[in-house]
């Protein structure tokens, strides 16, 4: 395989919210039947940030990382926030996860937010691996941490039982092993960019002039015409990315995709000619965590080895705006 | 000089709110003697987006760079939006601008957002000059778009009546002239993370438990802890970014600088050992207008001839994090 950037995997983390929210619970709270959550959203269990923030979770995963790695925060070169919701609207994520490192304050590495919703961490990836070929940078850090908690409207039931919490880290750092990225595609459709919108709490729709409505302030998916538009775009652009690649989808170690919902997980493992074995699959436990779902799946397949030393990956997922990302790479963690 | 990754600006383009408003006005609104304002924030009228969203802002940024550089819109391989205030949680900024050019609706090239508040664009600039290098992107388009009008607190005089509002699009090419980015550094001093800052409308302080309150949502800024500790590391910053060029900071043929404050503006000419000829200075008239202020003075700079092919120039700015970030780049068209 021809790797286009060298890099390597040195360390992984993550962190889960200490509260779980079974599908029962929230059947019992919305007053649903039994297993209807399961059956039709995919999700039996997630984790919620009760007390959480965002950067407290990202702080957790970026310190189980670099432990992972070996390393401390002072071998970090940069840190990257890709995340698409946050505790501020100033200052930036990555800022505030670096300074929870209290105890090396000091510290003057340089940090930048990404966003591109659901698929940010694919675009840190992509970015980080550009860095590490400047030679200003040995080891790069990417934090995705998201809360939904707030954003979700209970009574739009497929929403609210979908989201799940949570933050993952990754260190990628310059490597002499012939690993890293093979290929990465992002394109943006914006045919349908208001499919998936929170409304409220920009400057269109401002706390100054629009009090609180949980219909307003929340996230909301027009499922079936989001789904109807990826069907029509996914299948082209996976058959565009995998033109003269080495390797089919199917030969692929392990596929990470976006855990969005249990259609979309389904649609993609009918593009897989029906073969599920390489595809990680956690809705299940995790529900939708937005833009740590790539990584949080990536980082559970790296710790239960389902992605092994010189195995490749494709990362890919589709996000508001709506954007398709895909990455392919090499895992080494030399 | 040594170019790293050559780029040229093919097209430049802004956009300015319809209403401008002058510091008598506010002087009036807030029972200030007349000519306070001036005197101790150095803004005499600044922009201000009254029913212009970021996007619309943005997109006729982008209308006019892609004028300037006799490009449509198709010509575009990537949008960068590099901004801070948005009009949605979710979409990101840079789908919803793409998604504006309703005529080329089915164009599908990749739309990402960056942030490091005010200097998001010089991030944003270094990145896209790391895309081309990819061979995959010809033209990248960057669009920063601010608007600050919801977000400020007519109590905090020194904020209420330092900001303005306004966008400016940058679209960067690939090039054959010996053109493009000289240097580029970035570091985050997280230390003084919390010194500016917006406490609401974000997961700590969310609207759903924390209702609309100015001191709350608005823009804080601690001015005087703020300078100080700039005061304490730009003049290091300055001085690493310059050592093993060949030109000094005076020889550079022009400064784009954030036009963060008249204090910070005295701090950076007294760093060009006085020499003010080729620093730009647009506070008066424009205000500190976020992310959009150095791409603004940089399309400024380029409409009116200051900055002329084969010039070099240093793009540097400070913004909440506490993130430095600088440029150093030979200016081409071609």
Redesign the interface.
């Known amino acids: 395989m021809n790797i286009?950037r060298a890099f390597s995997i040195r360390g992984v983390g993550k962190y889960l919210p200490l509260t779980s929210v079974s599908s029962e619970e929230i059947e019992n709270e919305l007053d649903l039947p039994k297993g209807f959550i399961f059956k039709n959203i995919g999700v039996e269990t997630r984790h919620k940030?009760m007390g959480e923030?965002?950067t407290f979770m990202g702080e957790q995963a970026l310190r189980e990382a670099l432990n992972d790695a070996n390393m401390t925060i002072d071998n970090i070169d940069c840190?990257i926030g890709a995340s698409?919701?946050?505790?501020?609207?100033?200052?930036?994520r990555?800022?505030?996860i670096?300074?929870a490192f209290k105890e090396d304050?000091?510290l003057?590495?340089?940090?930048?937010?990404?966003?591109?919703?659901c698929t940010s961490f694919i675009?840190a990836l992509d970015?980080a691996s550009?860095?590490l070929?400047?030679g200003e940078y040995k080891n790069i850090a990417i934090v995705s941490s998201e809360?939904s908690?707030?954003?979700l409207n209970p009574e739009d039931i497929e929403t609210y039982s979908l989201f799940g919490d949570g933050s993952a880290a990754v260190i990628i750092s310059t490597t002499d092993q012939p690993a890293g990225l093979i290929k990465y595609k992002?394109?943006?459709?914006?045919?349908g960019?208001?499919y998936?919108?929170?409304?409220?709490?920009?400057?269109?729709n401002?706390?100054?002039?629009v009090?609180?409505d949980?219909s307003l302030?929340s996230?909301k998916m027009q499922g079936k015409k989001l789904l109807k538009n990826v069907k029509s775009?996914l299948p082209i652009f996976l058959s565009d990315f995998f033109k003269k690649q080495e390797v089919t989808m199917q030969e692929v170690n392990l596929i990470v995709p976006h855990q969005a919902s249990k259609l979309g997980l389904r649609m993609l493992i009918s593009l897989n000619k029906g073969y599920t074995e390489n595809i990680v699959d956690q809705l299940e436990n995790h529900g939708n965590c937005i833009a740590a779902s790539i990584p949080l799946a990536l980082v559970n397949s790296i710790k239960n080895n389902s992605l092994k030393e010189g195995g490749i990956c494709l990362l890919i997922g589709t996000?508001?705006?709506?954007?398709i990302?895909s990455l392919l790479f090499k895992y080494t963690k030399l």
Chains 1, 2 share one sequence.
Do not use: Q, R, W
Not at 319 to 323: D, E, S, V
């Open positions: 286009k940030a923030s965002n840190l698409a919701t946050f505790d501020y609207v100033i200052p930036n990555s800022t505030l670096k300074n304050n000091d003057d590495f340089t940090c930048i937010d990404i966003n591109s919703v675009t970015y550009l860095l070929t400047t809360s908690l707030k954003g992002s394109k943006s459709y914006t045919k960019v208001k998936t919108i929170i409304e409220g709490g920009g400057n269109v401002h706390m100054k002039d009090p609180y949980p302030y996230f775009i996000a508001a705006g709506i954007t990302s």
